[in-house]
């Protein structure tokens, strides 16, 4: 729990009769080192020109943009602080359908933070196509709702097994939430952590 927190996004935006307005948006983050890298969606980062970190006893922190991947939706984020609680991370290939599941965040923003939903590994490796992004995600009937974003799903050893990134929503729908593999996650977030990207990658242009 002391290792999810939250991230707020603070976007500078244009209106239409070009006047420069201020939008808030938020999610979660999963402290991995005590001395402040925090790894969280990249959709919840994106565009920001002003990021806070908001710890599990309140006390908030501006956040520095390490590096940030579009094509697998990870991003690493990190405070100036030490001594933090950190997050033990499993591995996600171990995992068996049935098994326990629990995510922690902050579904709806800071007022709901540190919420706790429980339910199972309902699938793994569900290939998904989310707005033109090919993803393998673990699927969980764990509550998921927007503000989850980039924080954990644990499981019974409490050890982080993924990051909650989507649910399928709307009516007709329950039960259906989503979360990148750590075991997936982990290579891009220390490429991240050391390069500030993805190396590899082909470009045009």
């Known amino acids: 729990g002391p290792a999810v927190v939250g991230v707020v996004n ?3 935006v244009s209106t239409f009769f070009g006047q420069q307005t201020e939008q808030t948006g938020g999610g979660s983050g999963i402290i991995i080192s005590n001395d402040g890298y925090i790894i969280t969606n990249q959709h919840v980062v994106e565009g920001a020109t002003n990021v806070t970190v908001v710890l599990n006893t309140g ?3 501006e ?3 390490i590096g940030q991947d579009a094509k697998t939706d990870l991003a ?3 405070i100036d602080a030490t001594g933090l609680s950190v997050a033990e991370i499993g591995k996600s290939s171990e995992l068996e359908v049935g098994e326990l599941a629990v995510a922690i965040g902050n579904p ?3 007022e709901f933070a540190g919420s706790v939903t429980v339910g199972v590994i309902s699938a793994l490796n ?3 196509n989310v707005q033109g992004r090919q993803y393998n995600l673990i699927q969980t009937d764990a509550a998921i709702n927007p503000g989850n974003s980039g924080g954990a799903l644990v499981n ?3 050890q982080v097994i993924g990051i909650n990134t989507v649910k399928i929503g709307g009516e007709g729908y329950e039960g259906m939430g989503f979360a990148i593999p750590m075991d997936e ?3 891009i977030i220390n490429e991240l952590m050391v390069n500030g990207y993805v190396k590899g990658r082909p470009v045009i242009g």
């Open 10 to 12: 603070k976007k500078t």
């Open 59 to 61: 006390k908030e922190y």
């Open 63 to 65: 956040a520095k943009l």
């Open 76 to 78: 690493v984020i990190k």
């Open 108 to 110: 709806l923003g800071q």
């Open 126 to 128: 569900r290939s998904m």
């Open 156 to 158: 019974k050893y409490g």
């Open 185 to 187: 996650a982990m290579p």
